[in-house]
């Protein structure tokens, strides 16, 4: 029995050291790692959002195509040049965007240390009023405690050819408690819209 209690006593004291030493440890702005409760009622309370729109020229809207991990879309029969406005033919030219724009729309889920954001910076251009030609969309996610561990973007409707259209970009965290070994996976995810006229908006989030 009582070898027992020793290697209880042991174990107990292990636990308390490893969550002492996650509990002094500061991570990102000073920031640390929290209880689970209190983590959990952090990363779900609070949010706040934020949305940025302006006009871009042709070659910026083209830039944006080889971003890292960008989502591209082209109306048929255009090249890359072509579908932002860079055609050299008549024939090209009205087929090919007229204006091009740029939008970075952000939501925020938690408060702070355990708060999650998703950005969508999405480039586009279009025949103005009529239809989309060109998207180019790059989702990136982050926060204080919680890192990202993956993000994905998806039209979900409208698109070339439309004249508006709607991006879902969706992430997937990693925040960490007090104990090493318990670590929140929350997922969000963000939709926006954008037409023809260079207009956009936040139309859905969860």
Not at 133 to 146: D, F, I, K, P
Not at 181 to 202: E, Q
């Amino acid at each position: 029995m009582r070898i027992k209690l020793l290697v209880a006593g042991a174990v107990t004291g292990l636990l308390a050291t490893a969550g002492a030493a996650s509990a002094k440890a500061p991570l990102a702005g000073g920031a640390r790692p929290l209880p689970v409760a209190e983590a959990t009622a952090l990363a779900a309370a609070g949010g706040s959002s934020g949305s940025t729109t302006w006009a871009v020229s042709a070659e910026e809207a083209l830039a944006a195509a080889s971003q890292p991990d960008a989502t591209v879309s082209v109306a048929p029969g255009l090249s890359l040049r072509e579908a932002v406005g860079l055609g050299s033919t008549a024939a090209v030219a009205v087929e090919a965007a007229s204006g091009c724009a740029a939008n970075a729309a952000w939501w925020q889920w938690g408060t702070w240390p355990y708060e999650q954001r998703i950005t969508d910076t999405t480039y586009w251009c279009a025949v103005y009023g009529d239809h989309i030609t060109y998207r180019s969309s790059s989702v990136t996610g982050g926060g204080t405690l919680c890192s990202t561990n993956w993000t994905g973007s998806a039209l979900i409707s409208g698109g070339i050819g439309y004249s508006w259209f709607v991006m879902r970009s969706s992430a997937g965290f990693s925040c960490p408690t007090v104990i090493p070994w318990i670590t929140l996976h929350p997922s969000h995810y963000l939709d926006v819209s954008r037409n023809s006229w260079g207009n956009s908006a936040i139309v859905a989030t969860g």
